[in-house]
């Protein structure tokens, strides 16, 4: 069993950074594939970034490109993201989630989730 445990969300105004820390604990944290997303009121959740094991392949959905870099320490057992030039759009509560093998999570596919932070971005 593994658990995930987000830190790092708050309010902030359009053009700031935060950075957003996932700690895991209870599992081989190496053999695990992990992922942001992120969930609007009344939206879906979708994915943010997604990266591989060994960090060699990431993914960013389109609108955030350029301004997230989604990075992880085997080391320390921690997934981060830094998200910069954040806009209003970026609100909502980001959550992280870990696929075991070399498949990254998707919403659906994911085998842990944290309980999530949450992000604000004032225009």
């Known amino acids: 069993q593994v658990q995930l445990v987000e830190s790092g969300g708050g309010l902030v105004q359009a053009g700031d950074s935060l950075r957003l820390s996932c700690a895991a604990s209870g599992g081989s944290f190496w053999l695990y594939s992990m992922g942001w997303f992120r969930q609007a009121p009344g939206k879906e959740r979708e994915s943010v970034a997604t990266?591989?094991?060994?960090?060699?392949?990431?993914y960013y959905r389109d609108s955030v490109k350029g301004r997230f870099t989604i990075s992880r320490d085997n080391a320390r057992n921690t997934v981060y993201l830094q998200m910069n030039s954040l806009i209003p759009e970026d609100t909502a509560i980001y959550y992280c989630?870990?696929?075991?093998?070399?498949?990254?999570?998707?919403?659906?596919?994911?085998?842990?989730w944290g309980r999530g932070t949450q992000v604000t971005v004032s225009s």
């Open positions: 990266i591989s094991r060994s960090s060699d392949t990431t």
């Open positions: 989630a870990a696929r075991w093998g070399a498949v990254v999570p998707t919403a659906v596919t994911a085998d842990y």
